[in-house]
């Protein structure tokens, strides 16, 4: 990095002999400064501090199914950043859910309707009830992310201690987004069990018990005992950010991407017998987890030239008009700038930051999945309609990348 | 218990870990237990590269080579129950850095160690606050350091070693029941992993040290089925317990081969039922201490390697 750095720090005074890296240390926005806006006679292009353009992401690599004990695993690292993710799935059965018996009578009509058409809703069902879906991993809490900072991969983060407010909040914004992407489907975490048909007495007393019921049900029950949902699995996802240097978002996100990408689920199945749920630990039986989608986070700094620029001048109006009129003179030139993917040095030195989080259709067509600007008010729609298109084009890097591990 | 409010927690209920039919039905054990493909005194591989995390003064990630059955399984999964696995852990060194003013005058460096599992390192689910066997870790790893570095030199100063363990190595084979020769021995790997690592980082982090210590790990087992009675354990090193029927007796060192010094020993179970090669009249103790330590001077040269890496690699960037 000191290299570079050198050559391309033309703004600073000649009388100044400290070493860039110093100059970095001391000076850091006027360092920042000095190497996006070099003097018009030098040619050069605004270039960072680290040697990017603007717009570039750093070098990302992804490597999963390298941990032993996990369902799935995987490491991003973007720069320097590490961050390693792993998937264990374990069981909830219905019997652990204090409220499953209740819940299950109010939604038992959609599931009778499911069982009566005989057919397990696949892969590709759309139209699968959302709100079904939605009900069972979110009020079960079916996933169940955790990052954790202390794992000595910055100075600052007391290993040993609570998570901090970044990792608490980290963690929190993973979980909504798996949420709100619904990227995991409820049904490639339900067991079913299909109760056997019994004689025609055991059928009667069934029948029986559910008397309450309206007649074209029971119909129903007689025909064919509805399959039911005897457990879950819950995915324990957890982060580990190796080394932080920046950007913790985008490494973690994108890890808990590439190793749901290859969580494998055991075959699973209850056992009258033994009263509980088997698994097969044969591979060929096991399947893999049918994600919605590819969701690739990108996050953004903006650096502002005078960061106090922001703030309005508490000025008598007549006297200063002048000065009013070279400042606004100065606003042409650009004062800010977007920076994608800013490492630790540049994350100290920028108030405003957005995270934009895109998904692409077979078609090629661009859906935002979320989008989160804050800590400032330079960006505007056209800013974000650019940043939306270089998240565009991050996607097709990312998928690339994920495709290959 | 209270919940985690600042983590997010799963279900309240609890969940159960996967049961698979394999376990349920006895008898197919026997056929696929792994087994040690290496000589008694043949050592695994290390993985050990420095300065992978920038932030931190010091750092440095070490692997074992994976055995012969787990790396057999990778090549051609069948089974989704790994045979053994093979230790991964990240070590990173914060400091020297000024004591907080709350802290009392120390005339030498303090030295502060944190082992952490990740939850998903072991094969039963790892909880995210420390407990009590990774706190006994880092108080065995802190032994084993401050006995290597030059302490005085730093006076009203403090180090932090953090180490996070993404894989560990198993206790036992997974498939055998728990039996009297039961003991965490996968911890003694773990520690032997751990202060190799340290090691590398604290020199990646220049600080003095008398020499680079390192890690080794002996153990007493007897493999023969049934008859464990009759015949005597054997003195293997660098053991994976996953490969052992039962392992009688661990001893794990510290070694710093330029002074010929110990500065860390842990010698677990009952070793009076060595068998060694005849006229060789050391006790059992004697002899596990020697195969550590001969353990220890493999994994040092490892360590000097990569240190001499690190140094290079610092000598190229000025």
């Known amino acids: 990095m000191a290299p570079p750095a050198a050559t391309a720090a033309p703004s600073v005074p000649p009388s100044l002999s400290l070493p860039p890296s110093q100059f970095a240390r001391l000076q850091p926005h006027a360092y920042l ?11 050069q292009p605004s270039i960072r501090a680290n040697g990017r353009a603007p717009s570039q992401f750093r070098v990302t690599s992804a490597n999963a199914g390298s941990l032993t004990h996990t369902n799935g695993s995987a490491v991003v690292r973007i720069g320097d950043t590490a961050a390693v993710c792993g998937v264990r799935a374990e069981l909830l059965h219905t019997e652990d859910i204090a409220s499953w018996s209740v819940s299950q009578a109010s939604g038992s009509n959609k599931r009778r309707r499911l069982a009566d058409l005989g057919e397990k809703p696949t892969e590709e069902d759309e139209d699968e009830d959302p709100e079904e879906d939605r009900a069972h991993i979110e009020d079960l809490n079916l996933l169940v992310p955790n990052l954790s900072l202390s794992t000595g991969c910055a100075p600052g983060f007391i290993p040993g201690a609570a998570p901090s407010a970044l990792a608490q909040s980290l963690s929190h914004q993973i979980l909504s987004l798996l949420h709100s992407t619904r990227l995991v489907r409820a049904d490639d975490l339900r067991v079913w069990y299909q109760p056997p ?17 309206v007649d074209a049900e029971q119909s129903a029950t007689a025909e064919e005992k509805p399959r039911e949902i005897k457990a879950f699995w819950v995915l324990y996802i957890d982060i580990m950010i190796i080394s932080l240097a920046g950007n913790p978002f985008d490494a973690a996100w994108a890890a808990v991407l590439a190793a749901l990408r290859d969580t494998k689920l055991p075959k699973a199945w209850w056992d009258v017998d033994n009263e509980t749920i088997v698994c097969s630990d044969s591979v060929a039986d096991a399947r893999k987890l ?9 996050s953004y700094g903006v650096f502002e030239a005078d960061a106090a620029a922001g703030w309005r001048a508490n000025v008598i109006p007549d006297a200063v008009e002048e000065n009013a009129q070279a400042q606004k003179d100065k606003k042409g030139s650009p004062e800010r700038w977007i920076l994608a993917d800013p490492d630790g040095y540049e994350e100290g030195l920028i108030q405003e930051r957005a995270c934009v989080v895109i998904d692409k259709e077979k078609d090629g067509k661009t859906t935002i999945v979320k989008m989160e600007k804050n800590g400032g008010w330079t960006v505007d729609t056209e800013d974000l309609r650019q940043l939306v298109e270089m998240s565009a084009r991050r996607w097709d890097e990312m998928k690339r990348i994920l495709e290959q591990c | 218990m209270m919940a985690d409010r600042r983590r997010i927690n799963g279900p309240p209920g609890g969940t159960r870990p996967a049961v698979f039919a394999s376990n349920l039905q006895s008898g197919t054990s026997a056929t696929d237990r792994a087994q040690r493909q290496r000589q008694p005194s043949e050592l695994r591989k290390i993985f050990l590269k420095t300065g992978l995390i920038p932030t931190a003064s010091g750092s440095s990630y070490l692997e074992f080579e994976p055995s012969a059955s787990l790396a057999a399984a990778r090549a051609n999964p069948k ?5 053994s696995s093979a230790l991964k852990l990240a070590c990173t060194v914060h400091g020297p850095k000024p004591l907080p003013r709350s802290a009392a005058f120390s005339p030498n460096l303090v030295l502060t160690t944190h082992i952490k599992y990740a939850p998903f390192a072991a094969r039963q689910r790892k909880g995210h606050i420390r407990d009590a066997s990774e706190r006994d870790l880092g108080v065995h790893l802190e032994t084993a350091l401050r006995g290597a570095i030059i302490a005085e030199r730093w006076p009203k100063s403090g180090l932090d070693i953090t180490i996070t363990i993404l894989e560990a190595e198993d206790d036992r084979w997974w498939g055998s029941a728990p039996d009297s020769h039961d003991a965490s021995w996968g911890m003694m790997n773990v520690l032997a992993g751990c202060i190799t690592a340290a090691s590398a980082a604290i020199a990646d982090a220049h600080i003095d040290c008398l020499d680079l210590v390192a890690g080794g790990v002996a153990a007493l087992v007897s493999d023969d089925s049934a008859s464990t009675s009759t015949v005597a354990p054997k003195l293997m090193l660098d053991t994976d317990p996953a ?14 081969p330029a002074r010929d010094e110990i500065t860390e020993l842990w010698l677990k179970g009952d070793s009076s039922k060595a068998s060694l090669e005849d006229g060789d009249d050391r006790t059992g103790h004697e002899a596990l201490i020697d195969g550590a330590v001969d353990a220890a001077r493999g994994a040092h040269a490892v360590l000097a390697e990569a ?4 140094l290079l690699k610092t000598v190229g960037q000025a």
């Open chain 1, 290 to 298: 049918s994600l919605r989608g590819l969701p690739v986070a990108s």
């Open chain 2, 307 to 310: 240190v001499r890496e690190s």
């Open chain 2, 79 to 83: 089974s989704l129950i790994p045979p």
């Open chain 1, 197 to 213: 048909n019994l004689g025609p007495e055991e059928l009667e007393r069934h029948n029986d018990e559910e008397q309450m019921d």
């Open chain 2, 243 to 256: 490969e052992h029927r039962s392992i009688l007796s661990a001893c794990v060192v510290a070694y710093m």
């Open chain 1, 33 to 43: 400064l000095g190497h996006l806006s070099p003097p018009s006679a030098s040619n």
